[in-house]
């Protein structure tokens, strides 16, 4: 006897140019897929904001080019795409 489950896609495509940039996303999510990504997003702003103010007190007395300012720049960066993905990911975030 063989059992088969449905397993919904957990990571629908990104829009392309073939669908016309429309994304696909699934009817609904998970409660606890959506409450992790919310929590994920609270816990990243609050990295975000420390970094930021690492990055204001760094400032003072070091050169713009300086390797822990460069350090601080990239992981705001990181920081920032990855709240924006999960924001593309989880609409409702």
């Given at each position: ?44 702003r ?6 930021k ?15 822990r ?13 990855l ?9 409702a975030?």
């Open positions: 006897m063989s059992v088969h489950a449905y397993v919904a896609d957990p990571h629908p495509r990104a829009p392309s140019a073939r669908d016309g940039g429309v994304r696909v996303v699934p009817e609904q999510y998970h409660s606890a897929d959506l409450r992790q990504a919310q929590l994920f997003i609270e816990l990243l609050v990295e975000l904001a420390d970094l103010s690492q990055q204001a007190r760094s400032l003072v007395g070091l050169r713009p080019e300086h390797m300012l460069r350090g601080l720049r990239v992981r705001i960066n990181e920081v920032n795409r709240i924006d993905a999960l924001q593309r990911r989880f609409p975030a």
